[in-house]
């Protein structure tokens, strides 16, 4: 009998923390599961030799930023039929886009004092920017069942699925005590679900890291929020976090309330 060859995958980092990476390799429980679908090639993280593609699925963590990563996604694009960004950085920036918020001269300076020459650091953006991306996997870090799922279903020529809904369906689901009842800043009205509720099912209140949920009712659950005293300033800063570069609050950026 023919066997018939599985996908070839990269696993790429650009500027992050790596802690997507490092959530691939806790898949314990289901790497055998993943490398029965998918032949990873290509994952300097995790192995000793690495193919230079061309690739299937290309997943790629971090944000970009700086000059040289931009040639280095656009190889990756070239060299993939399908691109994957994992993780906050990569879908929104993620939290080295703090950094566009500070004078880049004076961070390069205080860090390297007048040595700044061979820095080639650039404003951090997505990958999105620069290439087409044809999934992504938000949330800091990109959360492992996303990675799971989103590998089922590329192997068998699907999109990965994305819920368009917010964590807070996800935490009633998930049976919890809802934290604005006890008067808590909780971002999950307006951040999208996927994660499963993971902060507020641990009593923790959602910070927002995967971003605002796509066609969010922004009046809606803004009143909720602001009834419990949460200013418009207050949301902007949890996102920006996260999403620095997110053109998805611009909506309630400009919403009068
Ligand atoms: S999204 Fe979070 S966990 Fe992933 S690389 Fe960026 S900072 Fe690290
Ligand atoms: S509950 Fe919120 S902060 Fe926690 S993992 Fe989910 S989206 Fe991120």
Not at 114 to 121: G, P, S
Not at 179 to 191: A, D, I, S, Y
Request: aromatic residues 6%.
């Amino acid at each position: 009998m023919t066997e018939v060859s599985k996908p070839k995958v990269g696993i790429f980092g650009l500027t992050g923390c790596a802690g997507c990476q490092l959530n691939i390799l806790n898949i314990e429980d289901h790497l055998l599961e993943i490398l029965g679908l998918v032949d990873i090639t290509t994952w300097v993280m995790a192995k000793a030799e690495n193919s230079d593609g061309p690739w299937d699925i290309a997943f790629v963590e971090g944000s970009v930023a700086k000059a040289s990563e931009i040639e280095r996604v656009k190889k990756i694009r070239e060299k993939s039929k399908i691109l994957v960004a994992i993780g906050a950085c990569a879908t929104h920036g993620g939290l080295p886009g703090i950094r566009n918020f500070r004078d880049m001269e004076k961070m390069k300076q205080t860090v390297y004092g007048d040595q700044t020459d061979h820095l080639d650091v650039i404003e951090i953006k997505p990958v999105s920017h620069y290439v087409d991306v044809d999934a992504e996997l938000p949330g800091c870090p990109m959360n492992k069942n996303d990675f799971i799922n989103a590998v089922k279903a590329l192997a068998v020529g699907k999109t990965p699925p994305v819920a368009n809904y917010s964590v807070c369906y996800e935490c009633r689901i998930r049976e919890n005590a809802c934290l604005l009842n006890e008067g808590k800043f909780c971002m999950g009205p307006v951040t999208q679900a996927g994660c499963d509720a993971l902060c507020p099912t641990h009593g923790a209140t959602c910070e927002g890291c995967r971003g605002p949920v796509a066609q969010v009712n922004w009046g809606a659950e803004y009143k909720i929020l602001k009834d419990l005293g949460a200013t418009k300033e207050m949301i902007l800063r949890k996102f920006l976090k996260y999403c620095p570069s997110s053109s998805d609050m611009d909506e309630f950026k400009e919403l009068e309330i």
